[in-house]
């Protein structure tokens, strides 16, 4: 039974990604009917291309970012979420609305946002800082493609906190309110000890997520101004398909994955160590 969808994943998945492989050691532009192998030269171009260090450079910039907000931002209104609030299924519903919106149309909306209404309001208000358009900046735009990813991101990794949290017995809350222990206190020693698991999960997500940001690049600033906001997989693309860079862009491709796979592990690996030692 398992034969049929085995077979459309190699078709559709894994053979593309062999492929890809086997044409990041020739010169083919993705159009031509002839092609040559050119072994490891294109891996020892990537090394010196300043357009791709680039791209990595804000593609990592980014993802740390991006990570460490959300994930901060998500456990604190999990833990608001959990608490016994008025309306709080209602909450938890308009919390979790970004996250079943597609990532184009958020991108679209937010780049008209950020070109027709913000720079209203600052003009209105008297702040220069909003008057202008921030992706238009090649200083600030990065800034404000953080800003949307957080916002859409944040509503996964809530609802993932919710999940942990709801697990933890309340007894030992009023265990540790009889010993004298306060809220600070509570969260080290109970709460986040006790959603490690969870808080590893988010991790391991938003990073991948991150460094694998596409849609929302061409949705807001298309990798511009210039190529300030050009993160991998924007390059990859806008190389190997309208560059005729595919083989390029192929090895790029390939020293992509193994950058995603060994952050992955690390992180894995690092956090799931730091879960046994709590």
Known sequence: MTIPALLLFFVFHTFPALQGVFYSFTNWNGFAKTYEFVGFKNYYYLFQDDNVGNAYWFTFKFAIVVTIVINVLSLLIA?????????????????????????????????????????????????????????GSQTMAWIGVVFVAVWQGIALNTILYLSGLQTIPTQLYEASGLDGA?????????????????????????????????????????????????????????????????????????????????????????????????
Do not use: C
């Not at 990532?103 to 913000?118: A, K, R």
């Open 79 to 135: 833990m608001g979420l959990n608490a016994s609030i008025k309306a709080r299924n209602f909450f938890r519903g308009v919390y979790f609305l970004p996250n079943i919106l597609s990532v184009l149309i958020v991108g679209y909306i937010f780049n008209y946002l950020f070109s027709n209404v913000f720079t209203v309001w600052g003009e209105n208000l008297g702040w220069d800082w909003l008057s202008t358009n921030l992706l």
């Open 182 to 278: 306060n809220k600070w206190q509570e969260f080290w020693k109970i709460t986040f000890p006790l959603i490690a698991p969870f808080f590893t999960i988010n991790m391991v997500l938003a990073m991948k997520n991150a460094l694998m940001v596409f849609d929302l690049i061409v949705a807001l600033t298309n990798g511009g101004p210039g190529r300030a906001t050009q993160s991998i997989s924007h390059l990859i693309y806008t190389g190997g398909f309208e560059g005729g860079e595919f083989a390029y862009q192929s090895a790029n491709s390939v020293i992509y994955f193994i950058v995603i796979a060994v952050i992955s592990i690390v992180q894995i690996r690092y956090l799931q160590r730091r879960e046994t030692d709590m």
